[in-house]
């Protein structure tokens, strides 16, 4: 199991708005926690011993101060930066064998993340968000 903590400033971050193009905000700070944890599961039984689980969430906040040139465009002045998601979740259910002979790995992942702005709203139309969630699956053979 792993707990950080981190803390950013970016100066003049660029983002994306609904009319083509992008602009750019004076500063954002993104803060936030992220705890982790992975499990080999040869401790529930020895027949498991090449099958894990991990999993993540973050939590994070982040707010923007615009430029005093796009106060006027755009519709939201107070808001999280664009693209920055409140909270992310994986989850990993993993086979690996490195064996000489075979050498197989296989992974199944689950992630999803909390609401954010995919697009800023600007002259009086709203902000575009999403919230989107993904499966994949993966197999590798023959690992050397």
């Known amino acids: 199991m792993s707990i950080g903590g981190f803390w950013e ?27 982790e944890l992975m499990k080999h599961l040869d401790s529930i039984h ?16 982040s707010e923007i101060e615009l430029k005093p040139e796009n106060l006027i465009v755009q ?7 664009q693209g920055h998601s409140p909270c992310t979740f994986n989850f990993r259910l993993g086979y690996d064998d490195p064996g000489p002979d075979k050498g197989a790995m296989a992974t199944l992942l689950y992630n999803t993340y909390g609401r954010c702005i995919a697009e800023i709203g600007s002259l009086d139309a709203p902000d575009k968000f999403d919230q989107p969630d993904t499966v994949s699956i993966s197999y590798f053979d023959n690992i050397s």
């Open 75 to 81: 519709t939201t002045n107070f808001r999280p930066l």
């Open 9 to 35: 400033t970016f100066n003049n971050p660029i983002e994306l708005i609904l009319l083509p193009g992008t602009v750019g905000v004076r500063v954002a700070d993104v803060c936030g926690v992220e705890v």
């Open 46 to 61: 020895s027949s498991l011993a090449h099958i894990f689980v991990s999993t993540n969430y973050t939590w994070s906040k």
